[in-house]
């Protein structure tokens, strides 16, 4: 890869790869809060200040819009008046609810692909809110973003994972060669394999148009659920796949009990041995690759999280959420004329979207979590996620859908989760 100075690189113009492209409409919102008494929003604000240049600098993609020329969408740094810190961070006055609400979308070619509020809570808290374009992140990124601002606001030095993300640099050569290893790279494009004898089924509620998406967020204690883990080897990962195991079967009152059922599960490439050691050190991009874990109907909780462990653990030594990314980022040419497309994976999957995703430990020294995703939703598909994400104390699950999804397919969720934990929260009590 050439090497560009960050002087320099602002010069380039690489074309949006489909990868990048397809979420641009997609606006993640994180926020944690902190006790009033720590930092108060005008305090957090000055803190931020003071760092503020330094911060664009070894963060270059913070300055990163899109320009579209000829139709076609490409990555820019904005302009030194796009960027101001009175363009992106605002105080909000008055006194902000605990549970978000989604992001709002905004322009992509007006300034960079993020946003930044502090505000006042009840209970005498500061929030640390941030919305940032999917475009250059994915869930788990948003957070370690967040995680930035915090340690800006309070004034404390970056953690080492933080500061691994240093100084990367933001604009790539074309087609992502640099991501991968060539045991990717030399396999050139290829579509993902999904096997369709898990797609009969309609699992997603039909919804009628115009539509948008809310964001229903639960949470309880995260102690049972570690407990638990490390008691039957399984990670927050299989409980969050049970949950959904359980809850879509039920949804359909046995309709589809009887099929195995594909929940498409986002992992981070960047834990690959495919992925280079610049990719190891990216945060900007989206490095979700996705498997697609087969699973059959379990009556029994424990059967069901074990089951569901032990079918992501054997979906996971593939090179195909690699070769996925690496194919959706080679489908255009350097002028931006369509190479490749993919045709089989979507199709079917229109109204068998089921994403389960565990995000992990995120905004530990926060409190008062929130995750939502502002997506769109088509006319024939939307995007239904099932999240699940913690700190230190607290367990938090989260559903993205359409508002006018059936309340009882939101409700199923719910008790589904609840149901799970009860018996997480039994079964650690027993010796």
């Avoid at 080492?160 to 074309?174: D, G, H, K, T, V």
């Avoid at 690959?272 to 900007?284: R, S, V, W």
């Avoid at 653990?313 to 959706?328: E, H, L, R, V």
């Avoid at 999804?405 to 409700?411: A, D, G, R, S």
Wanted: charged share 25%; proline share 6%.
């Amino acid at each position: 890869m050439e090497k560009v100075s960050f002087e320099d690189s602002g010069k380039l113009l690489r074309i949006l790869d489909s990868v990048e492209d397809s979420p641009l409409a997609a606006w993640i919102n994180v926020s944690g809060t902190v006790p009033k008494s720590t930092i108060t929003p005008e305090a957090a604000f000055e803190n931020i200040h003071k760092k503020y240049k330094q911060l664009l600098q070894e963060f270059p993609t913070l300055r990163l819009k899109i320009v579209t020329i000829d139709g076609k969408h490409y990555f820019k740094y904005a302009e030194d008046n796009e960027i101001q810190i009175n363009n992106l961070i605002k105080i909000v006055e008055g006194i902000t609810p605990l549970q978000d609400g989604l992001s709002e979308w905004f322009e992509i070619d007006k300034a960079p692909l993020w946003r930044l509020e502090l505000s006042e809570t009840e209970n005498e808290k500061t929030k640390i809110r941030l919305k940032i374009c999917h475009g250059i992140i994915d869930g788990r990124g948003a957070f370690d973003v967040l995680d930035l601002f915090y340690y800006l606001a309070l004034n404390k030095p970056f953690t080492e994972r933080l500061n691994s993300f240093r100084n990367q640099p933001a604009i790539y050569e074309f087609g992502k060669a640099c991501w991968y290893t060539k045991e990717i790279t030399s396999q050139g494009f290829k579509e993902p394999e999904i096997n369709f004898k898990a797609l009969p089924a309609e699992l997603n509620p039909p919804i009628t148009r115009p539509s948008h998406v809310v964001h229903p967020q639960w949470e309880v204690d995260y102690a049972p659920i570690s407990s638990f883990c490390r008691k039957h080897g399984v990670t927050a990962q299989a409980i969050v796949m049970a949950i959904q195991n359980e809850a879509l079967r039920a949804y359909h009152k046995g309709k589809y009990d009887q099929i195995p059922l594909i929940l498409f599960c986002p992992v981070d490439n960047r834990k690959y041995p495919y992925a280079t050691e610049l990719f190891k050190k990216a945060l900007f991009y989206l490095h979700a690759g996705n498997l697609y874990v087969m699973v059959n109907k379990k009556d029994d909780i424990l059967e069901n999280i074990l089951h569901c462990s032990e079918e992501f653990k054997k979906s996971y030594p593939t090179m195909d959420p690699c070769i996925s990314g690496y194919s959706a980022a080679i489908m255009t040419d350097e002028t931006g004329k369509m190479i490749h497309q993919f045709t089989k994976p979507m199709d079917p999957c229109k109204t068998n979207y089921t994403f389960a995703s565990h995000l992990g430990l995120v905004g530990e020294n926060m409190d008062n979590l929130n995750f939502s995703n502002q997506i769109a939703v088509y006319d024939t598909f939307y995007f239904f996620n099932f999240y699940g994400f913690h700190n230190k104390n607290t367990f938090y699950f989260s559903m993205n859908a359409p508002y006018n999804c059936p309340k009882e397919f939101f409700q199923i969720f719910k008790d589904t989760s609840m149901k799970f934990y009860d018996f997480i929260v039994h079964n650690v009590s027993e010796q």
